[in-house]
């Protein structure tokens, strides 16, 4: 095949996947944390791809549209809750909402 | 690895630019202050990411990429945004000051296990990959999969994105007659 | 003949099923009457059994009444335990033995909760009662049918059981939960040790059914451990000395519950123990002679204690014990179907006593005391002269019942010949002059004469016939009717059809064999020792011309009851009570009270400190999440 080997591709993938984890541990905005996930998700998503190629297998592919579904569902979600959150007047601050302090 | 032929100079050049500018943009989004701005470098990475799933002859996957990332789920990160207004990050509150330097710790010691566990295998079982078949990744063949081979996961997937549509309706929608949320300030 | 035999188990069981769950949408009299129809119908099944067992072809001598081959029938409803080797069936035995005692225990218990329905008419807790009484009588008969040691030993723990629940059944009278719990231990003693027994036995035999446990051949040593335990058992249930405390006490139960439990069935249980498993003791043959000795000497301290009692019952209580006694006496010396016979009789004529004591009791509004009763008889002429027979027949006055049964008992002691069975005979005939003196001591005080100033002020009429509710005055009657001609059926030295009809399960000893002289001299003997026994209460008590020999001493030895209860006082109780007292100061309140505190305390303090973990800040729960993750893969890359 031509380019690099699959591993090459791990690689890209774990640094996508850590900076986003980095995002989402390090940012108070709950709409930065959310495109952090996805970041994340994406870095799980190109593992998958790239998995898929390397054994010929389709099921990677077939795994990776899905997670991306499911990106989109926990947008939406996320997305409905930064609207509440506005909404109520409270802060856009992840630190600030802790409702549920033990 | 043997860097023989044009064709691979080229598809080197392209993994290596699409690679960059995948890691710079995702950097860049979790480094911005303004959430638009993060959103904006997201589309970057997508698009980068699709280049790599084309080398990865993941055509249909990377059409996904771009249309449903780029075009649904930006767009509705950017209307949102676009909503609650240009609200500047809040003021550092509180909350443990060790929590930086411990994520920058767990994602460290995440990314750097990770690297060890691809590196231990790269010379052996990631190494080599034989060539694919012409139809690999084509539309054709990828629906085939999804409708013949992996239907109950085709199918709770439409019905999780019901779900979750559903959710976000009830959650953005005006008439609630919950109590408003008292907001407790951490001290 | 086996479909009689679980008949007769379930009925009574069904019945107590019945009343609870019929609880309180039950009416009261209803439940008296469930009671009592299931144990008559127990009483069917029994008698079915026993028409079963009769077997299909008598075999006639010349005098001494038809002999019949009556073959025993193992019957089993369904494997009950079974560990290994080892497995035991719900099993019941139906033979000559368990038939007799069958009729004896749902028949006499029949009438018995019958006169309840009368004598327990009104208690706020009536229900309970029958229930639980019924439960006995099922109790009872799984102990007699048990086809094997241990559903024997399983209806031996649940009588012990009924018997507590009966004893304490006036729960809000201290001295009856005392009682109850007293009878309980000393139960639970004898419950150990037939345990002990059967342990034994399972180890040598890996077995507990009859059959395996009688022809085991141990060594001495082993089959006489083996016998003691089943002894301590059979003491501790019928209250022979050393464990016979319980029972004087335990007429704090019901009046019913004494005729029943404490008189006609359950304190019998030993002596059917001692027959039905007599094998054992036979080759072991010293701890059977030392079980006769324990009835010798019980039923001499049990006759001796009861010439001072002035409780009605107690009286009673202690001659129950020594009647006892004799039946030890004769299922020690071997002589079986005359302990058996005397268990049957003996049932027939004490509850009829305990009966007419509560006619008695019921009519003075629970006045116990028999120094304030005189002149009963007057205004209880029925009661009177039913008590009269019982009395009589405790004696052994022919032609009452006792004097059948007792003197074959008397007699095998005199038919073993050697020295300890001449002082068995004699302590059989003081104890014959002893049952004269209390019974008609009893008697004097409580009857003939002019009624006393407390008699007349207290005595109500009760029922139509001012004596008490037709259910009581019926069974009084049968049981008077039965402990007169009772005894008729074996006269040893002219029919026994008894000791034949026994003879499968549990033969005479030929050692134990009485001849018709020793028949003749002893029943001389103990007819003119009983009759002396009477002429002295007659002169001291209803004449009062013979004062009551002044001896301090004995009668303080008598009233403490021989100081049993004190010496186990101070050798069991003091001990252990000081014992479990420093246990508590030097142990439970420092180490096990303090525990509580210190726990609770030291998880507050490490609960405070993780609490501080719980920071409600979402980042912080991702943290940790991402360094569980990293772990994790940590984990793998190491195992890889």
């Known amino acids: 095949m031509l380019g690099p080997d699959t591993a090459w591709y791990l690689v890209v993938a774990a640094f996508l996947f850590g900076i986003g984890a980095l995002g989402v541990l390090i940012r108070r905005n709950p709409l930065i944390v959310l495109l952090s996930l996805e970041l994340m998700l994406n870095g799980g998503n190109l593992a998958l791809i790239a998995f898929s190629r390397h054994f010929h297998n389709g099921a990677g592919q077939i795994f990776g549209l899905t997670v991306m579904a499911v990106a989109a569902s926990e947008v939406c979600v996320g997305l409905g809750l930064v609207v509440a959150i506005n909404r109520k007047k409270l802060p856009l601050d992840v630190d600030r909402l802790s409702e549920l302090r033990g | 690895m043997i860097v023989a032929s044009a064709g691979n100079v080229v598809v080197w050049m392209v993994w290596l630019v699409a690679g960059f500018s995948c890691l710079a943009s995702g950097v860049a989004v979790i480094s911005f202050r303004n959430p638009f701005f993060s959103a904006l470098a997201l589309i970057g990475n997508l698009a980068s990411l699709a280049v790599m799933y084309l080398l990865l002859n993941a055509e249909f996957v990377a059409a996904a990429q771009v249309l449903v990332y780029a075009g649904a789920v930006v767009v509705m990160f950017l209307f949102v945004i676009a909503y609650v207004g240009p609200r500047r990050e809040e003021p550092w509150t509180g909350g443990p000051s060790w929590q930086t330097l411990g994520a920058v710790l767990a994602a460290g010691a995440l990314l750097v296990e990770i690297v060890v566990a691809i590196s231990l295998d790269a010379g052996h079982s990631l190494g080599h990959d034989g060539k694919v078949g012409p139809t690999f990744g084509s539309p054709a063949w990828i629906g085939r999969l999804f409708l013949v081979d992996h239907l109950l996961a085709f199918e709770i997937t439409s019905v999780v994105l019901l779900i979750a549509a559903v959710g976000g309706v009830i959650l953005g929608s005006h008439v609630r007659r919950v109590e408003p949320l008292t907001s407790e300030v951490a001290d | ?515 018709n002289t020793q028949e003749y001299y002893t029943s001389a003997a103990t007819v003119i020792a009983g009759l002396v026994g009477i002429a002295i209460a007659w002169a001291i008590y209803s004449e009062e011309r013979v004062k009551i020999p002044y001896a301090p001493f004995a009668q303080r030895v008598l009233e403490n009851k021989f100081y049993f209860d004190a010496l186990y006082d101070r050798l069991f109780y003091r001990p252990a009570a000081a014992i479990a007292t420093d246990l508590r100061i030097d142990f439970e309140e420092p180490v096990i009270l303090q525990t509580g505190p210190d726990l609770g305390e030291t998880t507050l303090e490490a609960g405070g400190m993780v609490r501080r973990l719980q920071t409600g800040f979402l980042r912080t729960y991702v943290l940790f999440l991402a360094f569980g993750a990293a772990a994790v893969v940590l984990a793998f890359l190491i195992a890889k």
């Not at chain 3, 079980?291 to 129950?320: C, E, F, M, N, P």
Request: aromatic residues 12%.
């Open chain 3, 1 to 515: 003949m086996t479909g009689g035999a679980w008949l007769c188990l379930l009925a009574p069981l069904g019945g107590t099923i019945a009343i609870l769950l019929g609880g309180n949408r039950l009416p009261r009299v209803a439940a008296g009457w469930i009671a009592t129809s299931s144990v008559f119908v127990a009483f069917a099944g029994a008698v079915w059994a026993f028409i079963g067992v009769r077997g299909p072809q008598p075999t006639c001598g010349a005098l001494g009444g038809c002999f019949y081959p009556p073959p025993g029938e193992l019957t089993t409803a369904w494997t009950w335990l079974a560990s290994g080797h080892f497995s035991v069936g719900l099993q019941l035995l139906v033979d000559p033995l368990s038939t007799v005692m069958m009729l004896i225990v749902s028949g006499v218990g029949g009438l018995i909760v019958l006169y309840s329905i009368g004598y327990m008419h009104g208690d706020p807790e009536e229900r309970r009662y029958f229930a639980y009484i019924a439960f006995f009588v099922f109790s009872m008969l799984l102990l007699v049918e048990g086809g094997n040691l241990l559903m024997l030993l399983v209806g031996w723990g649940l009588v012990g059981l009924s018997s507590y629940l009966l004893i304490g059944f006036w729960h809000e009278r201290p001295s009856a939960v005392q009682a109850a719990k007293k009878a309980f231990v000393m139960n639970a003693f004898g419950d150990a040790t037939m345990a002990l027994a059967f342990f034994i036995l399972i180890a040598h035999t890996g077995s507990l059914s009859f059959e395996s446990a009688f022809n085991v051949h141990l060594s001495s040593t082993t089959q006489s451990l083996v016998a003691l335990g089943l002894l301590g058992g059979a003491a501790a249930k019928s209250a022979q000395i050393p464990l016979q405390t319980w029972l004087p006490d335990a007429m704090e139960g019901p009046t019913p519950v004494s005729a029943l439990i404490h008189a006609a069935t359950m304190v019998t249980a030993g002596v059917y123990l001692i027959a039905r498993t007599h094998p054992i003791f036979e080759q072991a043959r010293t701890v059977e002679l030392i079980a006769a000795g324990i009835g010798a000497l019980t039923l001499l301290v049990a006759g001796l204690i009861a010439l001072v009692q002035t409780d009605i019952k107690r009286v009673i209580a202690y001659s129950t014990m020594s009647q006892i006694g004799y039946m030890f006496l004769g299922v020690g010396v071997g002589a079986y179907s005359s302990g058996m016979f005397h268990l049957m009789t003996h049932a027939f004529f004490k509850a009829l006593l305990f009966m007419t004591a509560g006619l008695a009791i019921h009519a003075l509004s629970g006045e116990q005391d028999i120094r304030k009763m005189r002149g009963l008889g007057k205004l209880m002429p029925f009661t009177k002269w039913c008590f009269l027979a019982g009395a009589l027949a405790l004696v052994g006055i022919p032609p009452f019942s006792g004097f059948f049964s007792k003197d074959s008992i008397i007699a095998s002691a005199a038919a073993l010949g050697t020295w300890y069975g001449w002082i068995f005979w004699l302590c059989g005939v003081a104890g014959a002059l002893l049952t004269g003196l209390y019974t008609f001591r009893l008697w004097f005080l409580v009857f003939p004469g002019e009624p006393s100033a407390f008699v007349q002020e207290h005595h109500h009429k009760e029922g139509r016939f001012g004596e008490g509710h037709w259910t009581m005055l019926v069974p009084v009657g049968v049981l008077a009717v039965l402990a007169t001609v009772g005894g008729w059926l074996q006269w040893a030295p002219l029919w026994h059809p008894f000791t034949n009809w026994l003879a499968p399960a549990a033969s005479t000893l030929a050692a134990a064999a009485p001849t």
